[in-house]
């Protein structure tokens, strides 16, 4: 099977620091890929490159196309949709409104209806509040409301950078479970996440990041078993 996303020996800089060196990671469609290691390791900066926030040396592909001068918006229309770790919601909006907001690319609006409608059956919790701004929810509720804004834009591919930060454990186990559930709806998933071992029982195939460069890759099942990565990340056995 072809991959969805290709990254071919990309490497970004700050200045002269460099944070990511020659790393390559692919995504084949309805598939969940992770990538761990620890802070600093250069996650955030490799996703935010595939998404086009920052620029990059290497080769990018998304569904066979070349991702070179394809700006943020325009990778948005063609599928890929990116859920920041700070979520980055308007707060002094509703949550009806923010949802609405990942659609503003589209223009079918009864699609739209249908779609907000199948994210508050997702979300049962944002139906609730769904005239509510957004600065005041919980941050379980915040994520959800992340989750399902990036939903609204009709995704083939989501990039997730550290969807359970900050939140209580009931809520990230919730959060997984619903990250797991959109393989049903052939929603590929490239997942940065600090948490190892919920990232890699999620995930089908993961790689390990650590001073910028892939250090180990393997399917999930096997990584997970891996005892330098249970010292290293995982914990107990």
Excluded: W
């Excluded at 460099?18 to 996703?47: F, H, Y």
């Excluded at 409301?145 to 990039?159: D, E, S, T, Y």
């Amino acid at each position: 099977m072809s991959a969805l996303l290709s990254l071919e020996n990309i490497s970004v800089s700050y200045g002269r620091i460099q944070a990511v060196r020659d790393v390559s990671v692919s995504i084949e469609p309805g598939r969940i890929v992770t990538i761990i290691g620890p802070n600093g390791a250069g996650k955030t900066t490799l996703m935010q490159a595939a998404m086009g926030l920052l620029p990059s040396i290497g080769a990018m592909r998304f569904d066979g196309a070349d991702l070179a001068n394809i700006d943020v918006e325009t990778r948005v229309e063609r599928g890929m949709c990116l859920v920041p770790e700070r979520r980055e919601l308007f707060h002094d909006m509703s949550v009806e409104d923010n949802l609405t907001l990942g659609a503003y690319s589209r223009r079918a609006n009864v699609e739209i209806r249908r779609d907000l409608d199948e994210v508050f059956d997702r979300f049962p919790r944002l139906r609730e509040r769904r005239r509510q701004m957004a600065g005041t929810l919980s941050g379980g509720e915040r994520q959800m409301l992340a989750l399902g804004r990036a939903l609204m834009a009709k995704p083939r591919l989501l990039l997730l950078d550290e969807p359970s930060l900050g939140l209580a454990p009931l809520i990230v186990r919730e959060i997984f479970h619903t990250i797991a559930s959109l393989r049903s709806l052939g929603i590929s998933i490239l997942l940065v996440e600090q948490n190892a071992r919920a990232a890699l029982e999620t995930a089908d195939y993961g790689y390990v990041l650590e001073t910028g460069q892939v250090t180990q890759q393997g399917n999930a099942s096997d990584l997970i078993g891996d005892p330098k990565l249970i010292a290293a990340y995982l914990g107990g056995h």
